[in-house]
């Protein structure tokens, strides 16, 4: 179930930084950005968070704090890992 939080966390949050940089180059309206916001926010969180209970790894638990895609490389280095280990 972590893995699967840890995904859905890294979809939102590159989902939401995505089309808050769209509207920010775009119409730049403040009701969006007043969603998304917290909405990026929370997810960047969570997936910290998801990755210090996943991994003791100290080079996967910095990636995480890499805003915007954090999470993201995150999912990259864990499954380079497992692959490596198969």
């Given at each position: ?32 950005a ?26 996967v ?20 890992a ?5």
């Amino acid at each position: 179930m972590p893995m699967r939080a840890l995904r859905i966390s890294a979809a939102v949050e590159a989902g939401s930084l995505l089309l808050l940089v769209l509207n920010l180059a775009t119409v730049h309206l403040a009701a969006p950005a007043s969603v998304l916001g917290p909405v990026h926010g929370c997810a960047y969180l969570i997936g910290i968070v998801l990755t210090w209970q996943l991994t003791k790894t100290v080079a996967v638990r910095a990636l995480s704090v890499i805003p915007g895609i954090g999470t993201l490389l995150v999912l990259r280095s864990l499954r380079s890992a497992e692959a490596a280990s198969q």
